[in-house]
């Protein structure tokens, strides 16, 4: 049982290749990063675009390309505040996939992304039943629900952003009315004073 254990260890260690990383993007600029495939070999990446001002509730967008190693863009995808991109290496060479902030000139946007590497096996197919099959199933699925919770976490900061602000508006807008009662009401006191005022005249 114990080496049935360390078994599956290895074999995962060796299925997926799985790197996580956060970069900032400048204003009007890019970030790109390379992968070195085999063909046939699978990279998937999954990101989200964020951001690093807290005070911020907007949701960030931007561009994310993957090329290939004669320069051919395989994936592209424009405008999207997040994305799970999978491209099948057709030729052996260095892969390159950039973040692109080209169009905007935000300079606090965020990338987070998982890159996984994978050796290409059809996880689908039915006649395969393989021990090596079902780690990697199980691998892929584990990275959904780890992608997924990242997308959650981003999202829910971007709310409670949004939720702190319309309450710090309504909290002003409160005050505001309120000093506006009083004022009015001091205002009626006075008028009203004045207007039952007797004056007698010698």
Known sequence: MFNLRILLAVV???VTVVSAHNVLLPAHGKRCFFEDLKKGDELAVSFQFGNRNS????????DFTVWSPSGTALKTEYDVSHGDVSVKAKHTGKHKYCFSNERSSVDTKDVSFNIHGVLYVDINDPENDSLDAAVRRLAVLTNDVKNEQGYIVVRERTHRNTAESTNSRVKWWSIMQLLIVLFNSAFQIYYLKRFFEVKSIV
């Open 12 to 14: 995962v260690s060796f």
């Open 55 to 62: 005070q911020s509730s907007e949701q960030l967008k931007g």
